[in-house]
T-cell receptor, first 114, second 113 residues
């Protein structure tokens, strides 16, 4: 059962505008959330994370927002650049016997056009 | 380069053969994870090591899959009697005990003919 869902398979944004990628989760025990960026034939690259005790974390052009009551998080990229074109994965974890094993969504393919 | 490395990057094998993949984590990272990614899906957790101890292996896909981390440094993932359904990208990630962020290697792309 998919515990992390990214309902938009793709998103197209013009260069310089804001990209907003969304993610929903079902497991209320998740306490740490991460966003990864992935290019074809490469491993995922860590972008930004947020703990469940916060509702916002910012790093340069990237901001992650967490709404625990709605079990929803989003990644904002401002301004978007053509080099941001990639697949973005949302992931969530809780501490278990599996350490902090990540539960991933299926990804959203972002295309930033000039 | 001090990131996570994986070897080989690509492996093509015939059905029924055994394959082994290697992962070298970031040197100071105690935690090591293996994931599998198939087309159109996010990575799927397989197994977890803390130092040399394999603390979670129930998510390995079948008893044909096994993993080791003998000295708490590099790790290997073995698939015995490969099947066409094993074709996927196999990813390794590592993290420290202090921070939850996992850093991934480039993956090993397995193709079973």
């Amino acid at each position: 059962d998919q515990q992390v869902k990214q309902n938009s398979p793709s998103l197209s944004v013009q260069e310089g505008r804001i990209s907003i990628l969304n993610c929903d989760y079902t497991n209320s025990m998740f306490d740490y959330f991460l966003w990864y960026k992935k290019y074809p034939a490469e491993g995922p690259t860590f972008l930004i994370s947020i703990s469940s005790i916060k509702d916002k974390n910012e790093d340069g052009r990237f901001t992650v927002f967490l709404n625990k009551s709605a079990k929803h998080l989003s990644l904002h990229i401002v301004p978007s650049q053509p080099g941001d074109s990639a697949v973005y994965f949302c992931a969530a974890s809780e501490i278990t016997n599996s350490g902090y094993a990540l539960n991933f969504g299926k990804g959203t393919s972002l295309l930033v056009t000039p | 380069d001090t990131g996570v490395s994986q070897d080989p990057r690509h492996k093509i094998t015939k059905r029924g053969q055994n394959v082994t993949f290697r992962c070298d984590p970031i040197s100071e990272h105690n935690r090591l994870y293996w994931y599998r990614q198939t087309l159109g899906q996010g990575p799927e957790f397989l197994t977890y090591f803390q130092n040399e101890a394999q603390l979670e292996k129930s998510r390995l896909l079948s008893d044909r899959f096994s993993a080791e981390r003998p000295k708490g440094s590099f790790s290997t993932l073995e698939i015995q009697r490969t099947e066409q359904g094993d074709s996927a990208m196999y990813l390794c990630a590592s993290s420290s005990l202090t921070y939850n962020e996992q850093f991934f290697g480039p993956g090993t792309r397995l193709t079973v003919l």
